[in-house]
């Protein structure tokens, strides 16, 4: 059972927006950064979105983090198929003085 | 550039002790914290702990009474070690570094599975 809750899947077809949740407490999410990471098939994951909202280069700006109270949201809009992948959420914990992640929503484009 | 190189056993027995090592090329070494973390079969992400240069640990507290992470500053590596494994700590295995809480560069890796 993963500290951060995030919905096993989410789909789209091309060109649509797509959102994935994540939801944790006042000791990660509420007073910590939110980092978003993609996971090709068969790949290490890699970040994405670092505190909060902020897009590395390199990182098209069609993905994009918000954050608001205890949840934080990844939205990816335009979707294409190289976007199918899994993605996480993270952030520290200060209760558990940890890193915790959510247990991952796997993307699929139709 | 920065790599991270990572090595270790890949087939273990219950009850042995799982060792893997990081080599870090490129970037400071000094400047950072660097992570392990691991990935079950079909599963999430789960992070074991991390290290600082001058052997400062984070553990999770689920791993922490089998967990040791130390550090070798001359050879700018970092290294794993885990207790008493069972087949519940079948994963893959990767090293991290993690630069102001995000984990930006990762290993390629490493399978470890527990089998008698």
């Known amino acids: 059972q993963s500290v951060l809750t995030q919905p096993p899947s989410a789909s789209g077809t091309p060109g649509q927006r797509v959102t994935i949740s994540c939801s944790g407490a006042s000791s990660n999410i509420g007073s910590n950064f939110v980092f978003w990471y993609q996971q090709l098939p068969g790949t290490a994951p890699k970040f994405l979105i670092y505190r909060n909202d902020q897009r590395p280069s390199g990182v098209p700006d069609r993905f994009s983090g918000s954050k608001s109270g205890t949840s934080a949201s990844l939205a990816i809009s335009g979707l294409r198929s190289e976007d199918e992948a899994d993605y996480y959420c993270?952030?520290?914990?200060?209760?558990?003085?940890?890193?915790?992640f959510g247990g991952g929503t796997k993307l699929t484009v139709l | 550039q920065v790599q991270l190189q990572q090595w270790g056993a890949g087939l273990l027995k219950p009850s042995e002790t799982l060792s893997l090592t990081c080599a870090v090329y490129g970037g400071s070494f000094s400047a950072y914290y660097w992570s392990w973390l691991r990935q079950p079969p079909g599963m999430g992400l789960e992070w074991i702990g991390e290290?600082?240069?001058?052997?400062?640990?984070n553990y999770n507290p689920s791993l922490k009474s089998r967990v040791t992470i130390s550090v070798d500053t001359s050879k700018n590596q970092f290294s794993l070690k885990l207790t008493s494994v069972t087949a519940a700590d079948t994963a893959v295995y990767y090293c991290?570094?993690?630069?102001?809480?995000?984990?930006?560069?990762w290993g390629q890796g490493t399978l470890v599975t527990v089998s008698s």
């Open positions: 290290i600082n240069h001058s052997g400062g640990t």
């Open positions: 993270a952030a520290w914990d200060d209760s558990l003085s940890g890193r915790v």
């Open positions: 991290a570094r993690v630069a102001a809480d995000l984990i930006d560069y």
